[in-house]
T-cell receptor, first 113, second 115 residues
Framework: DGGITQSPKYLFRKEGQNVTLSCEQN?????MYWYRQDPGQGLRLIYY???????QKGDIAEGYSVSREKKESFPLTVTSAQKNPTAFYLC????????????FGPGTRLTVT | GENVEQHPSTLSVQEGDSAVIKCTYS??????FPWYKQELGKRPQLIID?????GEKKDQRIAVTLNKTAKHFSLHITETQPEDSAVYFC??????????????FGKGTKLSVKP
């Protein structure tokens, strides 16, 4: 299970609070991604970064923010502007030579009440 | 943008039977099609993938077929076993040269294999 890690596994917050989810990888991958997973919805792309100090919005970026100051790290902040933040959040990375495979972290389950 | 449709949403088979999951995509420029398996509470893991220059790929009991003209691709699992029970996701992406494209996922198929 090494390579890409997310912490914590479970996170509980009160409505109105910002919360930051951690994602770290030691695979030397250039690209990193954040997905949100809801039951019956598949995986939806929140933000992605192809290279350090650059990132782009995905399909559902509203209410989220990211940073990519280091190649290994791509933290996601869920802000109070996100209307329905309770979900399972998955981080992924890709960039192995000759491969398009995305490797996923174990996920963080966020519950906001 | 790209849209990926996946069917069926649930699939129940007897152990030893075959299972087939189908996906269609909308963007003819898509050139990479992976399949991920996700067990309950765990991370998705790649089980097989295919690039647009290939029509079929096999790995033991798993195979994927691609029809670029019809813009659909399918996952075939033969001799199913209870440990094949999971949610399976198809995805599509566009890659230019060595760049890493963004995956667009289908909504998943929950496969149950009954002993």
């Amino acid at each position: 299970d090494g390579g890409i890690t997310q912490s914590p596994k479970y996170l509980f917050r009160k409505e109105g609070q910002n919360v930051t989810l951690s994602c770290e990888q030691n695979l030397n991958h250039d690209a990193m991604y954040w997905y949100r997973q809801d039951p019956g919805q598949g995986l939806r792309l929140i933000y992605y970064s192809q290279i350090v100090n650059d990132f782009q919005k995905g399909d559902i970026a509203e209410g989220y923010s990211v940073s990519r100051e280091k190649k290994e790290s791509f933290p996601l902040t869920v802000t109070s502007a996100q209307k329905n933040p309770t979900a399972f959040y998955l981080c992924a990375s890709s960039g192995a030579s000759g491969s398009y495979e995305q490797y996923f972290g174990p996920g963080t389950r966020l519950t906001v009440t | 943008g790209e849209n990926v449709e996946q069917h069926p949403s649930t699939l129940s088979v007897q152990e030893g039977d075959s299972a087939v999951i189908k996906c269609t995509y909308s963007d003819s420029a898509s050139n990479y099609f992976p399949w991920y398996k996700q067990e309950l509470g765990k991370r998705p893991q790649l089980i097989i993938d295919i690039r647009s220059n290939v029509g079929e790929k096999k790995d033991q009991r798993i195979a994927v077929t691609l029809n670029k003209t019809a813009k659909h691709f399918s996952l075939h699992i033969t001799e199913t076993q209870p440990e094949d029970s999971a949610v399976y996701f198809c995805a599509a992406s566009i890659h230019y040269g060595g760049s890493q494209g963004n995956l667009i996922f289908g909504k998943g198929t929950k496969l149950s294999v009954k002993p």
